[in-house]
C-alpha cells in the first residue's frame, strides 16, 4: 500500500511538472502583459486571442512551419526505411561479428549530438549542404538510426521463425518478406520509431541553427528564437507563438501514444 501510495505520489509530481507549463503557456498566450504580471495562473479576464491571430497570420510562421514538416517528414522515411533494413539483417541473419557491428550502433545512443556539431559542420560545407535542407535530414536521420535499430531489431527478433519458414515454403523470398509480411507484422515498433523521429527532429534547434543562415530555410524552432528577440518585452506574444510551435508534436504523441508505449514494450526479453 505504502509503495503504491508512493508511486502515485511520484507520478502525480512528474505530471504535474510536464502539464503546468504546457497549461501556463497555453493560458498566457490569451492574455495581455499587464494580465501575465498581475495573475500569471489565474485564468485571462478578459481573453485575448489577437496574440494568437498574429502568430497564425505571419507569413513567416507558415513558411518556418511547412520547412519543419518537410525536414520531419523526409527524416523520418528516410531513417525508417534505413533503420528497418538494419534491423532485419541484424534480427533475422548470423554473420561473424554481427554482435559486435551492432554493438556499435547501440554505442551511438550515448554519444551526444553536441560533440559532433564542429566535425559535422566542416562536413556539410565541404559537401556544399549549408543552408540546403539535406544538410538537416542526412545527419538527423543518421543520428536517429541507433535508437530505431535497436528497437527494430527487439521487435523482428519477437516474430517466430516459424512465420518465415512459412513464407519461404511459399516461394516467398527474404526481399519479399521483408516488405510484405515482416513490415506489415510490425506497425506498432514502426509507429514507435516514426513518433520519435518527427518529435525529434520537429524539436531540433542546434543542428538548423549550424546549418540554414537564410531565414527562408528556417524551421519553427529558430523562428522562435528569432520571434523572442523581436518581442521580447512581449512575454504573451511570445507565449502564444511558442504554443504554437510546440502544438504539433504534443498532438503527435497524443495520438500515438497507446502505440507507442506498446512499441517500446514490444519485444522486451525476446533478445
Not at 541484424?90 to 547501440?106: C, I, L
Not at 526481399?175 to 531540433?204: D, E, K
Amino acid at each position: 500500500m505504502l509503495r503504491t501510495g508512493a508511486l502515485h505520489a511520484v507520478s502525480i509530481t512528474v505530471g504535474a511538472a510536464v502539464v503546468v507549463p504546457i497549461v501556463f503557456g497555453i493560458l498566457g498566450g490569451f492574455k495581455d502583459n499587464g494580465q501575465l504580471f498581475a495573475n500569471p495562473f489565474g485564468l485571462p479576464d478578459p481573453w485575448v486571442p489577437g496574440n494568437y491571430l498574429d502568430a497564425v497570420s505571419s507569413t513567416a510562421f507558415w513558411m518556418q512551419a511547412t520547412n519543419s514538416v518537410v525536414v520531419a517528414i523526409a527524416s523520418t522515411v528516410l531513417v525508417v526505411l534505413v533503420g528497418a533494413m538494419a534491423a532485419y539483417i541484424f534480427a533475422r541473419y548470423a554473420f561473424p561479428g554481427r554482435e559486435v557491428v551492432f554493438m556499435v550502433f547501440a554505442i551511438g545512443l550515448m554519444f551526444p549530438f553536441a560533440v559532433a556539431i564542429l566535425p559535422l559542420f566542416v562536413l556539410l560545407r565541404e559537401m556544399n549542404l549549408l543552408d540546403n535542407p539535406l544538410g538537416v535530414i542526412l545527419p538527423q536521420a543518421a543520428f536517429g538510426l541507433p535508437i530505431t535499430i535497436v528497437i527494430l531489431r527487439s521487435f523482428f527478433r519477437s516474430i517466430p521463425a516459424e512465420v518465415e519458414e512459412s513464407a519461404v515454403l511459399d516461394g516467398c523470398g527474404p526481399f519479399r518478406f521483408f516488405w510484405r509480411i515482416l513490415l506489415p507484422m510490425s506497425r506498432p515498433a514502426l509507429g514507435t520509431v516514426s513518433v520519435l523521429a518527427v518529435v525529434g527532429s520537429w524539436n531540433n534547434f542546434l543542428l538548423p541553427l549550424i546549418v540554414f543562415n537564410d531565414s527562408r530555410w528556417w524551421t519553427l524552432p529558430l523562428g522562435v528564437q528569432q520571434f523572442q528577440s523581436q518581442y521580447s518585452a512581449d512575454t504573451a506574444r511570445i507565449l502564444a507563438y511558442v504554443t504554437l510551435a510546440m502544438l504539433p508534436s504534443l498532438v503527435c504523441y497524443a495520438f500515438a501514444e497507446r502505440q507507442l508505449i506498446g512499441g517500446l514494450t514490444s519485444g522486451i526479453g525476446k533478445d
